[in-house]
Each structure stands twice: as C-alpha cells, then as structure tokens.
C-alpha cells in the first residue's frame, strides 16, 4: 500500500511542468513578476473574489516543511522517472523563510469591479516561486466568474424592480442559490457559494455560508427557509397532494414557506388546492400569523408558466395595483421558479410579467448549475501572464504575441513593482507570510455593490 500523501501539500498544488522550471528561466534572474487579468468575454466588467480565501487557504503561514519537500521529492522522482524537483530551492524557502512563501501578491480590493491582480517572488533565490503558485493563483478564474455572473444577474432584475415595482427592498432575496448538488465538488460549491453571496442574501448551498464566516469573518451571510422538495409532496400520493399542501402549511404555522407544486398538475394544484381548498388556511396563516405561501413551479416554459399562475391566484386570491401600476398578489402570496434560471433566461421571464403587468415584486428565482457550475476559466478568459522581470540586476520587459493570435498578446513591464529611491528594483519585505489586508464580508459587498442600489440607498 502506497504512503498516504498530503493533498494539502504546496509542493503537490501545482502543474508537472512547472517543477522543471526552476531550470529554465535565464541564469542571474531575480525577480519574476507576473499579473493575473481577465481579457475580457461574457461580461464587461468582472466583480474580483476569492483571491483571499486561496491565499489563507492554502498559501499563508508555514506551507513549506521538511516533511512535504520529503514527500514531493519521493513523489516527482516517480513521476519524471529522475531527480527533477528542485528540493534545494524549497529547503532554501524552509531554512531562509522558516516555510513561509516569499511572493508579494497585489490585487484590487475583494469585491471591486476591475479586475487586476499581480503577483511577484520577494527573495532573488526563488524566480521560480512566481510562477509555481500560478495554478492555484489561477483558480480565482471560479469564485470570480460566479460572482460576476451572479452581479450581472442582480443588474436585470434591479431594473425591472425599479419599473415595475415600489423599491429595490426585495432584491437581496430575489436570487437563490439551488447549486450544491450540481457542483463539482464541496470546496466548488463552498467558492461558488459565498462568491454568489457578494450580491445576494438567498441561498441553499450551505457549503458558502461556511466559507463566508472562516475566510471572511461573516456570522451568516445567507437564509433559507422551509421548503418541500418532490419527495415530500409525492410519498402522499397523487390522491395526497392536497394533504400534503396542508401539512407544509400547518407544520410551518408562519413565516415563508415554500411548497414545490407541479408534481402532477400545477394548474390544479393553484386552482383548486390553493385557490379553493386550502384557500382560507392561506389567508388566515397570511392575515394573522405573518405567514407567506411561496408557490413553486419547476417545469414548463418558465416566462409562461409564471404569469399563468399569477393570472390563477389573482383571480383566486386577488391582489393589487403598486405605486408604478403593476399587479401585486397579497403579501402571504409569492412564486419562486427554480428551474431554467441563467443570466440567458431571466430576462425573458421578467419581460414576460411586465407585458402582463405584473411587477417582479411577485416572484424570486432560484438557480442552480447556471449560477455554480456553467462557467469556465474562457468565460471571463482568466490568464497569469509574466510581464517583468529583473535579470543580472537589469529590468527587463517580458511579454508574449502569438503570430498565430493577436488577442492572447500580453501586457509587458513593470505593472507595479515596488522602486526604492535610487530606482533600483527591491526585493519587497520578505513574505511574512500572511494576507496583510484582509477584506470583511461586509466590505467585499459593499465594493461589489451595483451603482442601481447605491442610488437608490442614497435617495
Ligand atoms: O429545489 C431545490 O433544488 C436544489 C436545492 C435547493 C432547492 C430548493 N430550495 C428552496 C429554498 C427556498 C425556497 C424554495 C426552494
């Protein structure tokens, strides 16, 4: 049986090739300096997060022991077949750093909407370390891309509450995250969680909630309620369905709860389980307990389905005209479609309502494999790219443009190396290891705030 290896190990946290690439930079080399950048793509803007998780994760404090060079060093002799792996240069990193990473890594604040990051190795004996730590530098591509997506997401439905509703209060709450399941991973769906969570409160994937508070200090930062899923509703039995209806409603007595309804026909299900049947339990929960019933298709042509529903309870439940002369349902009376949600498909759903006169106060979403999972590094084309570097003490401009594809050419020079008075390139303070500008969650929301609600907050 082979030795367990660490999978938390810095030296295993890194792409094959780069371990032979201490021996490829030119000789004399110092100083490496590389930027991480999104050249753009699906959205213009990107909402910059994650950095700092990656860095105390898996980069901060004492990463480097004997141990893990050890075990690095048994594992890339099996890999390459020889003794490729720079065992000196970590040993150096333990003896000289006491295991502490010398990189220097500037980025913009977490939450702010440019994307710019750089990153450079703070001791002239590691040129290597620069680059070594791309591959999980890179990674940031996922928790920034999701936020993005997610912000993009916010945008368009703050502007049709600004047309066709009172206020924006309800945004928080307008996008859920339906996601865990259809992550890769626990630690994805933890990234794709909390990076959602920079813009909205309204969340099922408890993995981000976990991230938010140990990486970002947050207590909270998100909410669920009661909700019934296909199971809960079905073991009653076609003939149960009402029943089961009923149980969601006195089982949960007050406050939201939301009960998933087209099993079998939703029509039905509005019409006459909600609309009559149960009709009185709703209202009385609504009137006098500050219960709301929130109403779940989940198949269907969501833009169709949705209005066919409020058009249903409107003429069951009645409602009223908002201050911008929209239909409202009563206050204990909401929808939630979680199914077919994307940045592609909101608008279309929203469009659909206010052609109908229906203000979006009426609904919420929630979203699942668009929100987490239907991304990739291309999406906002995520790139770390070396610019600068000093070489036998002379700076030196570094940068790449391919013959064969003038948009992957690269940004060269010094983006912002650190000078000393006399202009020569210093070696920044030794790491010291830890993130020396931590960011709140709080803060991370506040910078990645949308200038719509900011407007709106300051009136
Ligand atoms: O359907 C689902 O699939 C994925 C996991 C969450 C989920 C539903 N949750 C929910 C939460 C709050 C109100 C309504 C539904």
Known sequence: MAKKLDPENILLITDSYKVSHHKQYPSGTTIVFSYFESRGGKFPEVCFFGLQYLIKRWLEGQVVTAEKIQQATEFYKLHFGYDLFNEEGWKYILEKHGGKLPLRIRAVPEGSVVPVKNVQNTDPNCPWLTNWVETLLVQCWYPMTVATNSRAQKQIIAEYLLETADNLDG???????????????????????????????????????????????????????????????????????????????????????????????????????????????????????????????????????????????????????????????????????????SYETLSEI??????????????????????????????????????????NEKPVNVYKQPITDSTKHSKKGLLSLELDDTGKYVTVEEGKGNADKEYTFAQVRENAEIPLVKEAKKN
Request: proline share 3%; with cysteine.
């Open 171 to 341: 945004l928080p709450f307008k996008l859920h995250d339906f996601g865990f399941r259809g992550s890769t991973s626990v630690e994805s769906a933890s990234l794709g969680g909390a990076a959602h969570l920079v813009n909205f409160c309204g969340t099922d994937t408890v993995a981000g909630m976990v991230l938010a508070r140990n990486y970002y200090g947050c207590e909270i930062a998100g909410f669920s309620i009661p909700a019934a899923e296909h199971s809960t509703i079905t073991t009653w039995g076609k003939e149960g369905e009402k029943e089961a209806f009923r149980n969601m409603l006195e089982q949960f007595p007050t406050g939201l709860v939301a009960c998933v309804s087209d099993s079998y026909n939703i029509w039905e299900a509005c019409e006459k389980y909600w609309g009559e049947d149960l009709k009185d339990l709703v209202v009385d929960r609504g009137t006098n307990k500050k219960g709301v019933l929130v109403i779940r298709p989940d198949s269907g042509n969501p833009a169709e389905v949705v209005v066919k529903i409020l058009n249903i309870l409107y003429k069951k439940f009645g409602g009223e005209k908002n201050s911008k002369g929209f239909h409202l349902l009563p206050p204990y009376l909401r929808i939630i479609q979680g199914d077919g949600i």
């Open 350 to 391: 929203l469009e659909n309502m206010k052609k109908h006169k229906w203000s979006a106060d009426n609904i919420a979403f929630g979203s699942g494999g668009a929100l987490l999972q239907k991304l990739d590094r291309d999406t906002q084309k995520c790139a770390y790219k070396c610019c600068f570097a000093v070489i």
